[in-house]
Nanobody
Framework: QVQLVESGGGLVQAGGSLRLSCAASERTFSLYDMGWFRQAPGKEREFVAAITWTGITIDLADSVKGRFTISRDNGKNTLFLQMNNLKPEDTAVYYC?????????????????WGQGTQVTVSS
């Protein structure tokens, strides 16, 4: 079982930046597609970004394109989400997740293991 631990969340003013990290417990991390999702109070968990195990293919939600960047370091079993020009609507708990099998990379149900989440709050 893969264990994931997110870090890097916090409180930031609109226009600021944060870098989230997700540390995986196993070296098999490098074999899996990975994703970032977020969930705001009273809303469903939504797709933010995903990256294939090779790091070649990347997908970003339209709401974060041009502002967020997803990357991974397979040698360190770590996934990253660089978030720039943050907006109050980006406020949510952010989760990283592992996708072990083939399927649509944006679907929550395609992901098998999840971290505990890290809070991101953007003030206006």
């Amino acid at each position: 079982q893969v264990q994931l631990v997110e870090s890097g969340g916090g409180l930031v003013q609109a226009g600021g930046s944060l870098r989230l990290s997700c540390a995986a417990s196993e070296r098999t991390f490098s074999l899996y597609d990975m994703g970032w999702f977020r969930q705001a109070p009273g809303k469903e968990r939504e797709f933010v970004a995903a990256i294939t195990w090779t790091g070649i293919t990347i997908d970003l939600a339209d709401s974060v394109k041009g502002r967020f960047t997803i990357s991974r370091d397979n040698g360190k079993n770590t996934l990253f989400l660089q978030m720039n020009n943050l907006k109050p609507e980006d406020t949510a708990v952010y989760y990283c997740a592992v996708k072990r099998f083939a399927g649509t990379i944006r679907l929550v149900t395609m992901y098998d293991y999840w971290g505990q989440g890290t809070q991101v709050t953007v003030s206006s």
